[in-house]
Antibody, heavy 123, light 107 residues
Framework: EVQLVESGGILVQPGGSLRLSCAAS????????MSWVRQAPGKGLEWVSA????????YYADSVKGRFTISRDNSNNILYLQMNSLRAEDTAVYYC????????????????WGQGTLVTVSS | DIQMTQSPSSVSASVGDRVTITCRAS??????LAWYQQKAGKAPKLLIY???SLQSGVPSRFSGSGSGTDFTLTISSLQPEDFATYYC?????????FGQGTRLEIK
């Protein structure tokens, strides 16, 4: 069974930095694109960033572009999200998610999700 | 960016009812649409992809339809475990975008 375990969420002051990790297991991590999706308390889902299977291509929501950096370590099956210049509006549960692949093709749906890690930005 | 708009924002229904949730995209997305179910305190779960394909393990009472800009999720006969929040998501282009969610409550 696919396992995704996020970590690194803490209370951080506005303007601070944080790195989230997502440890993946029970699937061929290096073959799948990955994403981060967040959910502010009591709010809906917001896609944050995605990275291709090789790491060569990255994509960001406008709300985090220039502040967040997605990366991956395919040797150790870990996905990262480096978060800089944090703002109160970045407070959310951050989920990592695996893209959906079937029949030799991969698509922009999210087939598996981690349990999430809470990031709180507050002074 | 493609905006996704769901309606209604919330709906009350009883066990055994048929419920339909709609999702409208601000521009055509073909069939590049997914539906997710999220229960309180849990991660979302993929129900439907490619607008109408049922994800493995999802009960057949869930179905999806539509293409272009207008999509629907139908639950044919509500079960107690179906009371949750449902989200649509477009996979046509970046940035990926979700609808605001539809909360399905027990009447």
């Amino acid at each position: 069974e696919v396992q995704l375990v996020e970590s690194g969420g803490i209370l951080v002051q506005p303007g601070g930095s944080l790195r989230l990790s997502c440890a993946a297991s029970e699937f061929t991590f290096s073959s799948y694109a990955m994403s981060w999706v967040r959910q502010a308390p009591g709010k809906g889902l917001e896609w944050v960033s995605a990275i291709s299977s090789s790491g060569a291509n990255t994509y960001y929501a406008d709300s985090v572009k220039g502040r967040f950096t997605i990366s991956r370590d395919n040797s150790n099956n870990i996905l990262y999200l480096q978060m800089n210049s944090l703002r109160a509006e970045d407070t959310a549960v951050y989920y990592c998610a695996v893209q959906y692949c079937s029949g030799g093709g991969c698509y922009g749906y999210f087939q598996h999700w981690g349990q999430g890690t809470l990031v709180t930005v507050s002074s | 960016d493609i905006q996704m708009t769901q309606s209604p924002s919330s709906v009350s229904a009883s066990v055994g009812d048929r419920v339909t949730i709609t999702c409208r995209a601000s521009q055509g997305i073909g069939s590049w649409l997914a539906w997710y179910q999220q229960k309180a305190g849990k991660a979302p779960k993929l129900l439907i992809y490619a607008a109408s394909s049922l994800q493995s393990g999802v009960p057949s009472r869930f179905s999806g339809s539509g293409s272009g800009t207008d999509f629907t999720l139908t639950i044919s006969s509500l079960q107690p475990e179906d009371f949750a929040t449902y989200y649509c998501q477009q996979a046509n282009s970046f940035p990926r975008t979700f609808g605001q969610g539809t909360r399905l409550e027990i009447k």
